[in-house]
């Protein structure tokens, strides 16, 4: 039974006409399910709102999330609901009395500027990568496809996530905002950057104090803290202006490249540390757009053309996999400069992998990711259920670590979850090699072993929260900050303390507790439906 | 063997909310302007409205956990089918959210809450007159012009559609001298002929369906032709997927061939026994009627049970929309000297409905025209003269639009166009 | 008194100072913001004797100014009322380097001589303002956001992870480095900006001291290129250096590249004073396009070649306006040693270039597109003539950031300081030209002294949450106040 106060359904009807805002449960149910923790436990923590609303103007939002202050009405702002679990929470969750939650849709608000001399574009919160790709290339830029997809929201991913191969050279995601305008959780508007003085938010810092610092981090809020409005992001310098030719038919469609200008390059490496090595070398050589190692899994995913397919081929070359894995490395030079410089970049490349005892392999001259596209929907292909438990960055050797940590906790989680033959993780180098990112990712069925939901629901979970328990243990720097962590393994470990200064910027900017409470989601989802793990996991009470 | 909504329950539940039943292929989508494919949710933007949303509701109604309102109605129903949705969700994931919606629509008038009122109307229509509108079932020979004769005895029968022999005769009839032109055997059903029964299937009335199905496969097995010719694309799509569908059958067991005149044109022309003696001046896109394209592959019959890991044993071909007919249309108009065939942004399996499927333009005409305005900005944007299109309610929708707003565009059949072409 | 025994408690007796004579050289600096006096100054040299002088001067509520550098220039370290200044220069190790990742650790008391000759040692360089004083701080120069002279790299910061004691006196480490076990016994590296929670790296940056005290901070470097060549470009108009400016950072060709006029490239590369200056001077074109092409660590001729073709490309795309050069008229030689000089501080045996002209010279410097940098450059040559100011005697530097994305646009008015008339005719210069480019949408992203409250009375909003978050971090606003809007 949804408790939606009348007089603020009356008010929003005034704000954005009544055709944007609605009670109906046929229009609330459908706004439950999707993005990260999707089936796992986290899940049932989560229900429909009370009301959705879909505002077009950064006044409306301002209107409507003073509203929510009024009258204690929790509120989650949606981009995509591709990346964040954008549901709203179950009442016990929440103060008694919380009416129930008013989710703000911001599909209306897709404007897209760019200003093409200056290398920038000018989002709102409902424009997803794919079309600002397109645009940006058309004249000579690029931004990069976040590991989430083309799909994900702009500003969105900017201010949680943003994480691609082509990090290589653009850059980590908090030095790609730049000036923007945030409406904030009680209402207030603030806007940073140049915007703060002037109408064109193209510069990011200051004035003084940069209070970007406030907006993302790791990973930031995750969409409690109000909602951002508009954010200019960095686009770079790509070669002339050629639009990248869009071939084939679903479900083959990629991007032809033109080689002389742009290619990616598989290698065959003899081992983990050659692997290794050659990626430290390319970075200091500074050659390449993206440099990776992906997970063998995802090789097999691309040679299957069905979920049984896979399967056959997967389980076919177990053996073979754990006894005689292959390390691919895969780069991608971009000729920014000229033609020359791809080539120059090549016969760099040559030499370290000969160097190294490497080879080159065939590789299609055409990108199914990164570029247009990245093929995130397809992991949940292989099994149904997915979730990537880490996407961590600091240097190559801490990604290594990582890697041995996750490989090593996952065996006593398989089954349910997919067994990758102790595949390592999904490596890449970040600006030029002095950072590395690092990404775990599991699948599972859902139905799993014996067609109980539940028992994935749990496990997949457990994994997860077993993993920040051990990375804390084993010293290793975590993705789970915030409030898309288990506050009770990691709120006083990392900073240290790091959890109560957030807490107190977050009643600056959120005095009356409506922008997606509570904070310690994932600690509340665990004291209900697995206490048991707080002395597995050690969890500390955490105290704000 | 019918298959229920239960039947997909998996598909629905494990729906991930990617968002590729309703952008354009992520690798082809170019514009905001132009980003979405599914006409329901870029007109009423609240998820409830798009393949994701209704997945939810039918998991919901299945469960027992929401009650039925106008607004369920609304939401189920304001969607034309028309697999765009199908083919965004099969370009990453074995899914099928089609199939969630139809047997869906299917579940809604089992229990009595189905279809909308419009609908139901046409379907008393067809039951009373074997065609959608009403009109005498007498009439429906009456297109054919006096000097087209057909043969008592062919293999091609030349199944004509309601909308193009009771509102669209010009596309009979250029259909009609086309084959004639040709110098192409065919024959006729006459009153034998029925609808095919798409207005009936789309929007779940499932056993008035079965009717249509029945009498015409019968018709066609007495009149002893193998091929059944269309040039409707709704009347294509529901003789080569939906009547094997329903049967239990794939496309391939059925005992005709199901051909639309684009395909007959093509392989002639493919074949080298027909050129283009007229030319014809004149810019044109190329509209993919859903029908036509996306949806118009082989029905493949599975049967079989899901185990661990969600693998389907025997394991299942998907229909993905790679192998619609998109090639053959276009072969045709770029064989047509005089005709610049220009192309809108989104194309082939990414094609904006026209509006009119579903069961839309009969029961919410306005949401069916405001989807055929969005279609007809795009086709101004390519700055040609004309859209083409190859199915009669395309052009309806189109056509009204057109009209409505005193538009410049021409809006053609492509039959028309290749009749030009044609003749002499 | 007693604040003073404390104070002598925590660091030592030889490391607290309160005599006047001890305490005065602390009371200014090289800008034009009048004197004030601290009360002491002290020099701890870790991070817990930090910790326990802040919770003291909480206690006091006595205001800590901390202080890195031998030599400033921004007022940013003279204290408005009174207090500790924290001197960080006891803190001048260089902790680690760690090559495989190219990440050097150190201390506030690092100065860009000492870095850069360490990292030289190793083939390695650090991204480096243009000809910063060599007793300046590293981290000081990177947490207040000077600029590479370099702006090939897309991401500009070198800025990686922090530790900080805030004002309260609890230590903090930001980004991986908050890792439990950072740095002895971790895998992490420091090699990451974010988190942990938030990017509470980005409020130390711009904070002139405001919000805490930077420790140690990880920072980026790069190989040393071993072979370069210099090019130059000249222009009469700096209209005309706009687009061809643009389209060389855009095709991503060369390392070091910057703008700068007449009287600024004759300061900076006159080997003899003032002897070479003048005849420099003359020899000169109004504007000098400065481009370092260099090879890489692998295959170095080739990359030059490929970058060499590429600048003439571009070059034959403007055929009126750019001539590229690989020599200065007049300065013959400079092409060889240009590099290396832009890769090192000024060094320490001359006069500081920015004191070589007058003897001293006040900087406004902000972030804009290049393409509005010439209506910025008549605007403050409209105020100096309005104030009689030489526009002679007015240097500019121009500093395309990222590809060109922006660019730092400084102007450098040079004045006599023991000539009273001329401080302050360059005040009101100053000030002027600082009003008329805030009205004219110029982005002053570091703002010192009186730009301070031009600029946060313009940026109404942000000013509100800053001072919110200034609390929250500082209530007791001991940290450098009278700084920013504090």
Not at chain 2, 21 to 38: E, G, L, P, Q
Not at chain 2, 243 to 272: N, W
Request: aromatic share 12%; glycine share 8%.
């Amino acid at each position: 039974m949804k408790n939606f106060p009348k007089q603020a359904y009356r008010a929003l009807q005034s704000i954005v006409g009544a055709e944007y805002v609605s009670d109906e449960p046929v229009i609330c149910e459908t706004y439950t399910w999707g993005g990260e923790f999707v089936d796992t436990l986290y899940q049932r923590g989560t229900t429909s709102p009370g009301c959705v609303v879909l505002p077009r103007t950064t006044i409306e939002v301002q209107k409507i999330i003073k509203l929510c202050n009024r009258y204690g009405i929790p509120f989650k702002p949606i981009g995509s609901f591709w990346g964040q679990h954008c549901a709203a929470k179950i009442p016990e969750f929440l103060k008694p009395g919380t009416p129930s939650f008013l989710s703000i849709d911001l599909k209306r608000m897709n404007g897209l500027e760019f200003d093409e001399k200056n290398m920038y574009a000018i989002v709102e919160p409902g424009v997803i990568y794919s079309p600002m790709q397109e645009q940006a290339m058309r004249r000579g830029l690029y931004t990069l496809t976040p590991g989430g997809g083309s799909q994900a929201c702009v500003i969105g991913n900017h201010i949680n996530h943003s994480f691609s191969p082509l990090c290589y050279r653009v850059g980590i995601p908090s030095r790609r905002i730049l000036g923007g305008e945030w409406v904030l959780a009680d209402g207030e508007i603030l806007r940073f950057g140049s915007l703060a003085s002037q109408d064109d938010p193209f510069w990011g810092e200051g004035p003084g104090t940069d209070l970007r610092g406030l907006l993302r981090g790791t990973v930031g809020w995750w969409g409690k803290a109000g909602i951002v409005t508009k954010l200019a992001v960095k686009l770079h310098p790509l070669f002339k202006p050629e639009r990248l030719k869009p071939i084939g038919i679903s479900p083959d469609t990629t991007l032809e490249f033109p080689t002389n200008r742009i290619r990616w390059y598989n290698i065959t490496m003899p081992s983990l540390d050659a692997l290794f090595k050659a990626m430290r070398e390319i970075g200091k050589t500074e050659i390449g757009a993206a440099v990776m190692r992906v997970p063998m899994l995802w090789r097999y995913r691309a040679k299957a053309k069905t979920r049984e397919h896979f399967w056959e081929l997967w389980e076919a070359d177990a053996e073979e996999i754990r006894k005689n894995p292959v390390y691919i490395l895969r780069i991608l030079l971009i000729g920014y400069t000229s033609e020359k410089q791809l080539q120059y970049e090549e016969r760099v490349l040559q030499d370290i992998i000969a160097e190294l005892g490497g080879e080159f392999r065939r590789t299609r001259p055409t990108d199914e990711s990164w570029i247009k596209n990245a093929d995130s929907a397809g992991m949940w292909w292989p099994a149904g259920g997915y979730v990537s438990v880490e996407f961590i960055h600091d240097t190559l050797g801490h990604s290594i670590a990582r890697g041995e940590t996750l490989s090593r906790e996952k065996e006593t989680f398989i089954p349910p979850l997919v067994d990758e033959y102790g595949e390592k993780g999904w490596y890449q180098m970040v600006e030029l090699g002095h950072c590395s990112y690092f990404e775990f990712l599991i699948q599972w069925d859902p139905y799993h072993p014996t067609g109980d939901y539940v028992s994935g629901e749990y496990k997949a979970y457990e994994f997860w929260v077993d993993n920040q328990r051990v990375g804390v243990d084993e010293h290793q720097y975590i993705s789970h900050l915030g409030p898309m962590t288990v506050l009770g393994i990691t709120g006083a470990a990392y900073g240290p303390n790091y959890y109560q200064l957030m807490e107190k910027v977050r009643r600056i900017l959120d005095p009356n507790e409506v922008s997606d409470p509570p904070f310690d989601m994932h600690d509340k989802v665990i004291d209900k439906w697995a206490p048991e793990w707080k002395k597995k996991y050690r969890l500390e009470e955490y105290r704000f | 063997m019918t298959i229920t909504v239960e039947d997909y329950r998996y598909d629905a539940e494990r729906c991930i909310r990617c968002g590729g039943c309703k952008w354009v292929d992520h690798i082809y989508m170019t514009s905001i302007r132009f980003a979405y494919k599914c006409p329901s949710i870029a007109r009423y933007l609240f998820d409830a409205y798009s393949a994701y949303g209704r997945e939810r509701l039918a998991i919901m109604l299945m469960d027992g956990k929401l009650d039925y309102t106008p607004q369920l109605l609304d939401a189920i129903y304001k969607c034309q089918l028309c697999g765009a949705c199908d083919v965004g969700c099969k370009r990453n994931l074995d899914l099928e959210p089609l199939l969630v919606m139809e047997t869906l629509r299917a579940r809604l008038v089992e229990k009595g809450l189905g279809p909308a009122p419009e609908q139901k109307k046409i379907a008393e229509n067809i039951s009373n007159s074997h065609n959608r509108y009403g009109s005498p079932h007498a009439n429906r020979p009456k297109w054919l012009p006096k000097d087209v004769k057909p043969a008592t005895k062919a293999d091609i029968v030349y199944f004509v559609g309601c909308a193009s022999s009771y509102a669209h005769t010009e596309i009979a009839q250029a259909t009609a001298r086309i084959l004639t032109n040709t110098n192409t055997k065919f024959m006729l059903l006459d009153s034998e002929e029925w609808c095919c029964g798409y207005p009936l299937y789309s929007t779940g009335q499932v056993d008035a369906f079965k009717k249509q199905l029945e009498h015409n496969i019968e018709a066609v097995k007495t009149s002893g032709a193998s091929t059944v010719l269309v040039s409707c694309a709704e009347g294509y799509k529901t003789w080569k997927v939906d009547y094997p569908k329903l049967l239990g059958k794939s496309t391939a067991d059925m005992d005709f061939r199901v051909m639309h005149i684009v395909e007959y044109i093509d392989q002639l022309i493919q074949d080298g026994s027909l050129k283009f003696d007229n030319k014809v001046d004149m810019k044109v896109t190329y509209h993919d009627p859903c029908n036509l394209g996306r949806l118009s592959e082989p029905w493949i019959q599975w049967q079989g049970e899901r185990g661990k890991w969600g693998r389907l044993e025997p394991p299942k071909e998907f229909r993905r929309g790679t192998y619609g007919i998109y090639d053959a249309p276009r072969n045709i108009l770029q064989a047509i000297p005089g005709v610049e065939l220009v192309e809108m942004e989104r194309t082939k399996e990414n094609a904006w409905c026209c509006g009119a499927g579903g069961g839309v333009r009969d029961a919410y005409k306005d949401f069916a025209l405001w989807a055929a305005g969005e279609r007809l900005e795009e086709a101004k944007a390519t700055s040609a003269e004309a859209i083409v299109s190859a199915c009669p309610h395309c052009k309806a929708n189109f056509q009204d639009v057109v009209d409505s707003r005193q538009e410049k565009v021409k809006v053609y059949d492509i039959t028309e166009i290749i009749l030009q072409a044609l003749s002499k | 008194m007693q604040l003073g025994q404390s104070l002598r408690e925590i660091v030592g007796d030889g490391n607290v100072f309160d005599s006047p004579k001890d305490v005065e050289p602390y009371s200014k600096d090289y800008s034009l913001t009048p004197p004030g006096m601290p009360d002491y100054v002290v020099k701890p040299k870790n991070s817990k004797e930090i910790q326990q002088i802040l919770r003291l001067a909480n206690e006091y509520k006595t205001p800590v100014i901390p202080v890195s550098s031998a030599i400033h220039f921004y007022g940013s370290t003279i204290p408005s009322q009174g207090g500790i200044i924290l001197d960080l220069r006891r803190m001048n190790k260089i902790l680690e380097i760690n090559e495989p990742d190219r990440l050097v650790r150190l201390e506030p008391g690092v100065t860009w001589e000492q870095l850069q000759s360490e990292l030289a040692k190793l083939d390695y360089r650090c991204m480096i303002p243009l000809l910063p004083h060599s007793l300046n701080s590293v981290l000081t120069s990177w947490l207040e956001r000077d600029l590479p002279v370099n702006p090939r790299y897309e991401y500009a910061e070198p800025h990686m992870t922090t530790e900080v004691v805030w004002p309260n006196g609890d230590i903090f480490r930001t980004g991986s480095a908050s890792t439990p076990g950072y740095p002895d016994d971790s895998p992490v590296k420091g090699g990451y900006t974010h988190g942990p929670g938030l990017d509470w790296f980005r409020l130390l940056q711009g904070a002139q001291g405001t919000m805490g005290v930077v420790t140690w901070i990880n920072l980026k470097f790069e190989y040393l290129p071993k072979l370069d060549k210099t090019y130059f470009i000249p222009f009469s108009n700096i209209e005309d250096a706009i687009e061809p400016t643009y389209a060389i950072q855009r095709r991503m060709i060369g390392n070091e590249c910057l703008i700068l006029d007449k009287l600024n490239t004759a300061i900076m590369l006159a080997e003899k004073w003032p002897g070479d200056f003048e005849a420099l001077y003359r020899s000169l074109p109004e504007w000098l396009f400065i481009l370092v092409l260099s090879g890489g660590p692998r295959r170095p001729e080739e990359k030059l070649e490929y970058e060499e073709e590429a600048l003439a490309e571009v070059g034959s795309q403007f055929p009126r306006i750019v001539e590229i050069q690989q020599v200065i008229p007049g300065a013959i030689g400079v092409e060889k040693r240009l590099p290396d000089m832009l890769r090192q501080p000024w060094p320490k045996e001359k006069t500081y270039w920015k004191h070589l002209f007058r003897g001293g010279c006040q900087d406004l410097f902000f972030i804009t597109k290049l393409e509005y940098v010439p209506q910025y450059i008549m605007a403050a040559n409209q105020v100096a003539a309005e104030l009689d100011y030489p526009i002679d005697e007015m240097g500019c530097y121009i500093q395309p950031i990222e590809q060109g994305r922006a660019c730092r646009c400084e102007f450098n008015f040079y004045y006599n300081p023991d000539e009273p008339d001329e401080v302050e005719r360059v005040c009101q210069l100053y000030e002027q030209t600082a009003k008329l480019l805030l009205n004219m949408d110029a982005l002053f992203t570091r703002p010192y002294g009186i730009l301070s409250e031009l600029v946060y009375d313009k940026a109404a909003s942000y000013t509100a949450m800053l001072k919110k978050v200034k609390h929250l971090f500082d209530p007791n606003n001991i940290m450098c106040p009278g700084n920013l809007c504090f």
